[in-house]
């Protein structure tokens, strides 16, 4: 049995006005909680440090820079670092990364137990738009403000584990989950920040953003006998509403722990990583099952080209 007893530490709503170290004293107060458990593994929301601030519209680079991280840990995080290591517990953490040759990523990092920063991802979806939108009742401006990731969908050996990350909209991608799945892949760490409604049909409320949310973890899960750590940023943030719903969900797709509230909660599980060896020595047996030969169109073709009429 390796068991990781694994922290989902989602985070409620974070208000443009607030300071990183406000941010970061809440963290540690949930890093505090996930110790108190017997916590080994920390995982926090997307863009943990900030307001969700794609929904700002902005011209100026200097004030979207402001919401970016050039260093990491940097100074403000380095108290959240120092505790982790302290208390041996390894961390994802989502931030918005400017690089020093001056690119923008939506980020994060996987840190080993010993406080080393073992792994990168850089979020590949980026969902939204780039201009402003007269016809959103609000803005998704990820596409503006970050670049595709370019590291691809890396996995990492830690924690006597196969670990791999995402960041929100890449969950509702198989592709995701699939080429992670093809490196062994036992567990998926992702953070997200998810409008509770729709800006373009405001009838997709609340309950239907959930269902989306759900579906798309527990099919990866399932679907490539891996764990799925979901843990959502949640709340209304200058009367923008995000949802909750963070997951805890096993190889078989089945959720083991979901959260209750949108504010600062701690969910926590002891994920045995050998419950993933059923499933990817019998019916998701990749070598054993896969058809390649017949998978061409997935990586020849972006976009659905229609049959000819
Ligand atoms: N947020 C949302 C997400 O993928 C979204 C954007 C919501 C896209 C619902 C499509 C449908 O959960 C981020 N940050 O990607």
Redesign the pocket.
């Known amino acids: 049995m390796r068991e990781i007893v694994t922290a989902a530490l989602q985070m409620g709503p974070i208000q443009k006005a607030e300071t990183r170290q406000d941010v970061v004293e809440r963290m540690i107060a949930l890093l505090d909680r996930a110790k108190d458990a017997g916590a080994t593994l920390a995982v926090f929301p997307?863009l943990a440090l900030t307001t969700?601030f794609?929904r700002w519209y902005m011209e100026d680079q200097a004030e979207v820079d402001s919401w970016f991280e050039t260093e990491m840990p940097s100074a403000e995080t380095r108290p959240l670092f120092d505790r982790a290591k302290a208390y041996g517990i390894g961390m994802y953490l989502g931030y918005a990364e400017k690089t020093p040759d001056g690119h923008h990523f939506n980020t994060s990092v996987l840190v080993s137990p010993q406080g080393d920063i073992v792994g990168k991802y850089r979020k590949v979806?980026?969902?939204?738009h780039s201009e402003f939108d007269t016809d959103r009742a609000f803005q998704?401006l990820?596409k503006r403000y970050f670049e595709p990731g370019d590291l691809g969908f890396p996995v990492w050996r830690s924690q006597d584990g196969i670990l791999g990350m995402c960041?929100?909209?890449d969950?509702?991608w198989p592709e995701t989950y699939r080429v992670m799945g093809l490196q062994g892949v036992e567990m998926v760490m992702l953070g997200?920040?998810?409008?509770a409604v729709?800006s373009q049909m405001s009838a997709e409320g609340p309950e239907d953003?959930l269902f989306?949310?759900r579906l798309s973890v527990q099919a990866g899960a399932y679907q490539n006998a891996t764990w799925v750590i979901a843990v959502a940023k949640a709340g209304v943030e200058d009367g923008h509403p995000l949802i909750g719903g963070s997951l805890i969900v096993d190889p078989n797709g089945k959720i083991v722990a979901e959260s209750t509230t949108e504010d600062d909660e701690m969910l926590v599980h002891a994920c045995d990583l050998d419950l993933c060896n059923f499933g990817k020595e019998t019916i998701f047996d990749f070598a054993r099952h896969r058809r390649i030969e017949h998978y061409g169109l997935i990586t020849q073709r972006t976009g659905a080209e229609l049959p000819p009429v």
């Not at 979806?125 to 939204?128: A, D, Q, S, T, Y």
């Open positions: 997307e969700f794609p979806h980026l969902p939204g998704h990820e960041i929100c909209n969950r509702r997200f920040n998810t409008p729709n953003r989306h949310h």
